[in-house]
Each structure stands twice: as C-alpha cells, then as structure tokens.
C-alpha cells in the first residue's frame, strides 16, 4: 500500500518561514493536500491539489509537490500557526495521510 | 455552512460492533455527487481513513479495516453511517465524519467536530 512520511516536529522562530516535507514515491505524479489541527479541534484544511488555499485560508499558507516530495510552506509564521499538520493523498483507491508533522512557534 | 455531526455510543464492549451516525445539515447528500468519509485519531496518535460512501451508495475502504467496516447512506435522512465489527481497545479513537470536496484528490473539505469512542474489556 501506498505511503507518504512526515517529519515528526519542525520549530520555526515567529515571523520566519517554517518549513514542512510529506515524502512518497513518485508522490509528484499525485495531488497532495494538507491539514492545520490545533489541539482539541477537527482538522482544517489549509491547502487543496497541491497548491490551491481555500477561502479563508491566510495567503502565508502555501504548498507545492514535486518528485518525491510535497512541501506545506508557511511565510510570516505566526504563534497561531502552531498545530499539528498533516499531508494526505490519494491512491486511486485509498486515502493516505502522513503520520503527522508538530509545529513549534518558539 | 455545510455542517456535519457524529452521533452514537461513547463506550463499545470488546467484540462487540461500534455504530456511528453523521448527519448532514442540508440535502447534499441527496442533491449533490460527493464522497462522504469517516476519520478517526487514537488519543494522542495521528488521522487514519476509514473509508467513504458516495449519495450512490459506492465505497472506498482502507485495505487495512476493508473486513470489518461497512459505510453506508440514507439520502432521505440526510445521513451515513459507520459500521466497525469485533472491535478491540486498539479501535478506541476519536472518529470523525467529513466531506471529501473533489474527486481528483479526495481532499476532506468539511469536518464534524469527532465523537470519542473507548472500547471497553
């Protein structure tokens, strides 16, 4: 089965840019979406076919995928931004999430 | 606002079958062609598919729970359903409902707020 890899934590310093990979093979030739979920709360998407925000969504969110690997960028990093985040694709036939990247703003 | 909510028990005997119900607040699920999904998260541990159901009544399961789930849809009531057999503690999660937005990449664009279910021995 399908699988894509996240790191398990990236720290960023407020207002710089934070940085988070979700890793598969050939994970370019697919879409990729990504998930914000603060504690206690449902996931929110943040980013949709790769590179799309839905409305809502801050501008200093955005994404990109090729090769191996997609990238959820975050620009400006706020103390808001701090949350757990998720990749996810789509194999056809099953959904797939990463296990998970923890955001520190410190 | 689509709005979706779990609703069903909060405590499952072991061996026993978890049973959860989303209902949807308007009649997408009758007037509109989308997949709807069921999600779940141990406590402290990362998401996991479950598998979805399409107003059609077609499904995607993950392979890894294919033998023990069945989603299903009543467009009438504006609801689907999650069956889950012969549970064990490892099933204990907070599961959520939620709607996948597009076709092509399957995203989760609407969530319920999760209902915690603990299997109990």
């Known amino acids: 089965s399908y699988e894509v890899t996240q790191p398990p934590s990236v720290s960023v310093s407020p207002g710089q840019t934070a940085t988070i990979t979700c890793s598969g093979d050939k994970l370019g030739d697919r879409y990729v979406c990504w998930y914000q979920q603060r504690p206690g709360q449902s996931p929110v998407l943040v980013i949709h076919?790769?590179?799309r925000r839905p409305s809502g969504i801050p501008e200093r969110f955005s994404g990109s995928n090729s090769g191996n690997t997609a990238t959820l960028t975050i620009s400006g990093t706020q103390a808001m931004d701090e949350a757990d985040y998720y990749c996810?694709?789509?194999?056809?036939?099953?959904?797939?999430f990463g296990g998970g990247t923890k955001l520190t703003v410190l | 606002q689509l709005q979706l909510q779990e609703s069903g028990p909060g405590l499952v005997k072991a061996s026993e079958t978890l049973s959860l119900t989303c209902t949807v607040s308007d009649d997408s699920l009758r007037t509109s062609s989308y997949y709807w999904g069921w999600i779940r998260q141990p406590p402290g541990k990362g998401l996991e598919w479950i598998g979805n159901?399409?107003?059609?009544?077609?499904?995607y399961y993950n392979p890894s729970l294919k033998s023990r789930v069945t989603i299903s849809v009543d467009t009438s009531k504006n609801q689907f359903f999650l069956r889950l057999t012969s549970v064990a503690a490892a099933d204990t999660s907070v599961y959520y409902c939620?709607?996948?937005?597009?076709?092509?990449?399957?995203?989760?664009?609407?969530w319920g707020q999760g209902t915690l279910v603990t299997v109990s021995s």
């Open positions: 159901v399409h107003s059609s009544g077609r499904n």
């Open positions: 996810q694709a789509w194999d056809s036939t099953t959904v797939v």
């Open positions: 076919h790769d590179r």
């Open positions: 939620a709607r996948h937005g597009d076709y092509d990449d399957f995203h989760l664009d609407h």
